[in-house]
């Protein structure tokens, strides 16, 4: 088991670019979770996916910032437009089926090792 | 809203000395707590996770406590080693919920 891949592991873009960032998820795990780290902060949630669902964006900057996780293929981050503001650590998380809270340890998440976002 | 605290930010100390790191958390309606650890420019690695109906959990050297009522968590290292220098970095997850919510950490340097 590979464990959570994300990809790039170093990404560097100029003001304007895009940005898009790729995890995969441990095998038998069908939800994705995203998280930023900015310098010297605590991790903040992002985005809470599902196979073809986004069920919790509430974390997400309003503009610039897109999530998906398609029936096929690896969870994206798009960032558009990369402000300097951007340059961060983006960790991508899985769980199996995470269920009621109160039900059982499967909502215990695995991370990757993050992707760092340099805007220049 | 959860808010977690880690303290100190940063700590240094000998070889072979025992680290008590400390973490509190403001909503006491946990499901869990879980201790990373985070070397720099890599990922983070889950150390302990103590479930709200636990008080401790202990791995080799490592040592986490859990306090509900009183929202604190703290993790004890015994005997530092130079390779213990890591971040550590506290997050709880509330009751009913899938989000955790991260301390900034805590910065140890084990000096050889």
């Known amino acids: 088991n590979a464990g959570v891949m994300q990809n790039p592991r170093h990404l560097v873009r100029r003001r304007g670019q895009e940005a898009r960032l790729r995890c995969s998820p441990m095998?038998?795990?069908?939800?994705v979770y995203w998280y930023r780290q900015l310098p010297e902060e605590g991790l903040k949630f992002m985005v809470y996916?599902?196979?073809?669902?986004?069920?919790?964006e509430s974390g997400m900057p309003k503009e610039r910032f897109s999530a998906e996780f398609p029936k096929e293929g690896p969870s994206i981050l798009r960032i558009q437009q990369v402000v300097r503001g951007d340059s961060a650590a983006y960790f991508c998380?899985?769980?199996?089926?995470?269920?009621?809270?109160?039900?059982?340890?499967?909502?215990?998440?695995?991370f990757g090792a993050g992707s760092r976002l340099t805007v220049l | 809203k959860q808010e977690v605290t880690q303290i100190p930010a940063a700590l240094s100390v000998p070889e072979g000395e025992n680290l008590v790191l400390n973490c509190s958390f403001t909503?006491?309606?946990?499901?869990?707590l879980q201790w990373f650890r985070q070397d720099p420019g890599k990922g983070l690695t889950s150390l302990l996770l103590?479930?709200?109906?636990?008080r401790e959990q202990t791995s080799g050297r490592l040592n986490a406590s859990l306090d509900k009522s009183s929202g604190r968590s703290t993790l004890y290292i015994a005997a530092s080693q130079p390779g213990d220098s890591a971040t550590y970095l506290c997050?709880?997850?509330?009751?009913?919920?899938?989000?955790?919510?991260f301390g900034a950490g805590t910065t140890v340097t084990v000096r050889a």
């Open positions: 998380a899985s769980s199996p089926d995470p269920g009621p809270a109160a039900s059982s340890g499967a909502n215990v998440l695995t």
């Open positions: 095998k038998g795990h069908s939800h």
């Open positions: 996916l599902q196979k073809e669902n986004i069920i919790d």
């Open positions: 909503d006491s309606a946990i499901y869990n």
């Open positions: 103590i479930q709200s109906s636990q």
């Open positions: 997050a709880v997850l509330r009751s009913n919920d899938y989000k955790l919510s």
